[in-house]
């Protein structure tokens, strides 16, 4: 066993290397820099739950958190709660009275007191899968492809020419609309856990994005299955933001300062559960984000009006005012989008859109907020789907629905996406 265990982290370690700029980092190069950046993740705990999956939560004192590292918010006094009754953010719908909310799996194990917030443990193991230290917890180096080289170009929507970017690496099937001043967005986004390759992601989430195409500010939250991040396939509570389209800033959760966490209650990156079943009963979250405008604070709500806590202003630049973009869907990250073969990881269900309810992965009670302040259905939107043959995405209404369901997904590899 001792020599099993040695030769695991021999691969690791080796892999590791291999990832290096320099390629020349010695193994104890390798432990003090693992060492430094757990030291700097993993705040000093007033209690600690070990979670029945796995996860060891550390109950932190929310004064303690990583954010405070940002050199932005070194004196930074905390905005405990929004200055809006969330509650108003809230659709009157028919459409929620009968859905089924997850919780998340450590809760069953304890609770986190009043003054802390609950982080989720990394490890070496953690770090050591990632390309490097330096890396860890962002999404994958991107290539955004020039402004005028886009994805797909639609008519006009609320006057505005959309026009996205190609990403490389990435496929992706959304809902989206344009504008000029989003405060906030929402909508209660059906739970799956789909396969995932060891190398790949996938993603079910909501976007706010502000800037240019090949150089946006986006924050964004939904739910994950990221074994090259968390070391596993549970569909897991996450929460994401950049500066610079992914470049050098912005990562998944508390994993780098930038999110100021308020809630004792959720932990982001942690697991939940239950999943939606084939043909059973459907699960679900829901997400909102939306901007204090008094602070110009964008707070991230969860399920029945818990803030869970807020990206800071002062560590945004354009989104700072409002966002001109909305996105709804999700994703697939891997080497092998847009290529023979092509992943097999799946978006959604595994399901393409047009199985609907009970099969496809779905979002309802879509919302968009303005500077009418009003939780309102986008007034115009359009659907996107980067590989259509692979993974697919359709706003559907029947006479039962207040507002279309937007269905998305796919398997991936298939007869059709070879």
Not at 107 to 125: A, L, W, Y
Not at 165 to 170: E, F, K, L, S, W
Not at 255 to 282: W, Y
Request: with cysteine.
């Amino acid at each position: 066993m001792a020599n099993f265990i040695f030769g695991v982290f021999l691969i690791l370690v080796l892999s590791y290397l291999s990832n290096r700029v320099t390629g020349k980092a010695t193994v104890k190069e390798i432990h003090a820099d693992v060492d430094g950046k757990l030291k700097e993740l993993n705040k000093p705990a007033v209690k600690t739950i070990q979670s029945d999956d796995g996860d060891i939560i550390d109950c932190v004192d929310i004064y303690r958190q990583p954010a405070f590292d940002h050199p932005a918010l070194r004196n930074h006094v905390i905005q405990m709660k929004p200055n809006f009754n969330f509650k108003e953010m809230e659709f009157n719908s028919k459409n929620g009275s009968s859905k089924l909310t997850v919780f998340q799996t450590w809760q069953k194990s304890g609770s986190c007191p009043k003054g802390t917030v609950p982080i989720r443990r990394i490890r070496r193991e953690d770090l050591l899968r990632a390309q490097s230290v330096q890396q860890f917890g962002r999404k994958p180096q991107e290539v955004v492809l020039k402004s005028n080289t886009t994805i797909g170009r639609f008519p006009s929507i609320n006057s505005n020419a959309l026009a996205l970017p190609a990403i490389v690496n990435r496929s992706a099937a959304i809902l989206a609309t344009v504008g000029a001043n989003y405060t906030g967005a929402k909508a209660d986004i059906n739970v799956w856990n789909p396969n995932v390759e060891s190398e790949d992601f996938t993603t079910a989430q909501v976007w706010l994005k502000a800037g240019p195409n090949d150089n946006f500010e986006s924050i964004e939250s939904g739910w994950t299955v990221n074994p090259q991040l968390y070391g596993d396939k549970k569909t897991r509570l996450f929460a994401h933001w950049t500066k610079d389209s992914y470049k050098t800033t912005g990562c998944f959760d508390l994993q780098c300062s930038g999110f100021i966490q308020t809630s004792s209650k959720i932990a982001l990156g942690a697991a939940i559960s239950p999943i939606s079943m084939e043909l059973g009963q459907q699960y679900y979250i829901t997400i909102g984000i939306y901007m204090d405008e008094n602070t110009n604070n964008w707070w991230l709500i969860f399920g029945n009006g818990i803030t869970i806590g807020y990206w800071p202003a002062s560590t945004l630049n354009v989104l700072k005012n409002s966002a001109t973009m909305v996105e709804w869907g999700g994703q697939v990250y891997s080497p092998n989008v847009q290529k023979s073969p092509h992943t097999k990881t799946a978006m959604g269900s595994g399901k393409f859109a047009s199985s609907l309810k009970g099969n496809a992965c779905y979002m309802e009670n879509i919302g968009i907020v303005d500077f009418s302040t009003q939780l309102q259905y986008p007034p115009a939107v359009t659907t996107l789907a980067e590989e259509n043959y692979c993974y697919t995405a359709l706003n559907h209404q029947d006479g039962s629905e207040s507002s279309p369901t937007f269905y998305f997904g796919g398997p991936g590899q298939n007869y059709n996406c070879p």
